[in-house]
């Protein structure tokens, strides 16, 4: 797996590699709990999942396949021999989740650790001597195209190549910083000095690397990959989490945390603190200060865990916890002193995870705007934010404002909550179904609007969706599109998730001994005309070409995702105002006669292709297609910005309480900054223009079906 594969899993939220191993022999756990969980996530899948497959032979090879390539991605960990001797689980795994002790996960880590080892031990001498890079070669980027090493000899070759790469990717970004030096006076570093800089930062990143894979995680975090690799090879999105990992989904979805109130950056090979928040738990205590290193992180009064190395993400999980407990900082001070400070954690939100809004004036219309980056609930009992609630406040503050029309921005937003999606719809139509619901064993249902006929929001309404958008955003989409009540604009389809997850504890909440979460895939939901989003997604009425489009990692490009189905159609009564899509696409495409939008989905397929082609090694060949891929990137980002700004303001008063007046300014600032160039913000606000003139917003539509659902 590429970078740019690792970043689009990332974005979405859905599981990527993660290579886990600690230090030292991984004894089988004395208590049974690494048995128990298996043998319990085996009989939740069996009896629960939506679409349960057999625990045979068959399942038990695929579970084998995907945890070594968890493992090892690139394929230059194992050698020809381990992945002979991990093949004889391959009949293994089934007989263990339905009951036999865990076995193959101790000898996969057993092996992995070895070789990691090995690798650490034996790859500093290949940064040793300079790198050449005037040979004709290249390292392949496909690794489902690459062998394992037959040996050691081998496998030294593919991490020299490895190696050689990070060399000549620094060592061309330092050649670059040097060329731009203009003064005569400042004496400027040669190639050959250059290439030393870059081997060391090769260096010091593959022992960062393989420091990280062997002390800095658990046993926990390992055999949690191994159960989300059974879970994940039943459908993409069941997956196992660990109490701590249950907790960070918690707080993406609800929006809110408990920390210290600091922000956490890196400096030194340590996580240390970037900023204080005013007013927040750490400031409160007097003691904890901008650039504070951070040592060590202890929960309450358990033995503190040394961060040095540590990755930011990781470390942001051991300090933030549930309400009111106490974490404990060791900090080095800048004068070199250390102490550790005590701090009582509180609510803190993280405000790029609600709805806001802001007005565009565009020639004679007043259009607003809200961002939605996620259908965020409340969790616990009734604690947090509903977007619904949300949305609807930003509506009441636009109607306020009295503009001509709203822009509802879900690009990027993966979902979240099925019900706060049924409720926002509702605010847009008068009443009726939403979304079908089906069980695994073929009984559908529906969600309707329960707002009892009243519709906040009557007038013309524009969905912004690209590839990114997912799961609830694509429920929203669709049932805007069956009843015709607006216009969805954006990539060709959304990311096509259409499978509904319930969080199934596996323990219960008096048990001691935590045993994690499965978020089980239990059912697939429709919209009301019958068809599933599943693979297919929801295709935009008005076509804006996605940056990432063309790339491979939509759910339709996962060999595990579920198949693409229908159901019976629903009764319901279309919208009494429809736009004239017809009209609204002609008056896009005369804008466009200059063929800024075909000329962006020119470049980012070709972009797409470039990132599965070989790395070169040569240094000239490798600038050559950088300068390319540079270039047509520039051009392509140039064009999906405006030359000249809009005019956007933000609505009211920001509401929010948990961050510093001038923090939230300058997020505020930079987030219009950002959006009075967006060309895409620019042709939705034209299209609903265009949706405001339209001779098809009439009263007037086809009679509603008489049926009843």
């Known amino acids: 797996m590429n970078t740019i594969q690792k970043m689009f899993l990332f974005a ?3 599981s990527g590699i993660v290579i886990l191993s600690s230090s030292g022999m991984l004894k089988p756990s004395v208590d049974g709990r690494y048995d128990k969980i298996l043998h319990t996530v085996g009989q939740l899948l069996g009896q629960e999942h939506y679409n349960p497959q057999a625990f045979n032979d068959e399942f038990s090879e695929k579970i084998v396949s995907a945890y070594v390539k968890q493992l ?7 050698l020809q021999s381990d992945i002979k001797e991990l093949n004889k689980y391959n009949h293994a795994i089934d007989e263990e989740i339905k009951g036999n002790p865990v076995a193959f996960f101790y000898k996969a880590n057993e092996l992995y650790k070895s070789r990691l080892n090995e690798i650490k031990n034996s790859c500093a001498s290949l940064l040793e001597k300079p790198f050449h890079f005037q040979a004709m070669d290249s390292i392949v980027t496909d690794f489902d195209k690459r062998a394992y090493a037959a040996n050691t000899k081998a496998q030294l070759q593919q991490w020299q190549k490895k190696l050689k790469f ?66 994940n ?24 945390f408990y920390g210290i109130g600091a922000m956490i950056g890196e400096g030194n090979g340590y996580v240390k603190i970037a900023s204080v ?4 738990p750490a400031w409160k205590t007097t003691e904890v200060n901008d ?26 999980k ?28 509180e609510e803190l939100k993280l405000e790029e995870t609600f709805a806001k809004s802001s007005i565009i004036n565009e020639g004679d219309k007043k259009t607003g705007y809200i961002y939605l980056p996620k259908f965020y609930m ?22 306020h404002e009295k503009v001509d029309g709203v822009i509802l921005d879900l690009r990027d937003n993966g979902g979240g909550s099925l019900y706060e999606v049924v409720k926002m719809v509702g605010l847009f139509i008068p009443d009726g179904p939403v979304v079908q619901v089906k069980n695994g064993d073929g009984r559908s249902t529906f969600l309707a609007d329960q707002d009892n006929g009243a519709t906040l929001y009557s007038g013309p309404l524009v969905v912004m969706v690209n590839e990114f958008s997912a799961s609830a955003s694509e429920i929203f989409a669709a049932a805007i599109q069956d009843y015709k009540r607006g216009i969805v604009i954006g990539s060709s389809s959304t990311y096509g998730k259409g499978t509904v997850q319930r969080p199934i504890p596996l323990s219960s909440s008096l048990d001691q001994n935590n045993l994690g979460t499965v978020h089980l895939t239990m059912q697939k939901y429709y919209r009301i005309n019958g068809s599933s989003t599943q693979l297919k997604g929801v295709v935009s009425d008005i076509l804006l070409p996605g940056y990432y489009e063309e790339y491979k990692f939509k759910e339709k490009d996962n060999p595990s995702a579920l198949a693409w189905d229908e159901i019976r159609q629903l009764a319901y009564k279309p919208w009494n105002k429809q736009p004239d899509l017809e009209f609204v696409r002609q008056r896009f495409q005369k804008r466009d006669s200059s063929g800024v939008m075909k000329k962006i989905q020119e470049n980012t397929s070709w972009l797409a292709s470039q990132n599965e082609a070989a790395d070169q090694l040569n240094i000239q060949k490798y600038k050559e297609k950088m300068q390319a891929v540079r270039a047509k990137a520039a051009q392509t980002r140039e064009l999906m910005q405006l030359p000249k700004a809009m005019n956007i303001s933000k609505t009211g008063e920001s509401s929010s309480a948990d961050q510093p007046e001038d923090a939230t300014a300058d997020v505020n600032s930079r987030w219009l900054n950002y959006l009075k160039k967006d060309r895409y913000l620019y042709e939705a606000t034209m299209v609903l223009n265009d949706l405001l003139q339209s001779p098809g917003i009439t009263s007037t539509t086809k009679p509603a079906p008489t049926q009843k659902n």
């Open 12 to 14: 979405l939220g859905i």
């Open 72 to 78: 090892d991605p690139e394929k230059i960990i194992f």
């Open 166 to 231: 990070i060399t000549l990717e620094k060592l061309v970004d330092l050649q670059e910083d040097r060329d731009k030096i203009k003064s005569d006076t400042v004496k400027k570093a040669s190639d050959e000095e250059l290439e030393v800089q870059a081997r060391a930062f090769a260096k010091t990143s593959m022992d960062k690397s393989l420091d990280r894979l062997l002390n800095k995680t658990t046993d926990d975090d390992r055999f949690s990959m191994f159960v989300t690799t059974i879970t």
């Open 233 to 256: 090879t039943m459908d993409p999105h069941t997956d196992y989490f660990m109490p701590v990992e249950k907790r960070a989904w918690d707080e993406r979805l609800s929006g809110k």
């Open 277 to 280: 928040t005013q007013g927040g």
């Open 291 to 316: 650039g504070d290193l951070i040592m060590k992180i202890a929960e309450g009064d358990k033995p503190p865990v040394d961060v040095a190395g540590y990755d930011i993400p990781d470390a942001i």
């Open 318 to 345: 051991l300090i933030r916890g549930s309400k009111g407990s106490t974490v404990k900082l060791t900090l080095k001070k800048a004068d070199g002193t250390v102490k550790t400070v005590a701090i009582v954690r």
């Open 378 to 399: 409340p969790i616990g009992e009734g604690e947090g934010r509903s977007c619904a609630e949300d949305v609807a406040n930003e509506l009441k503050k636009l109607q």
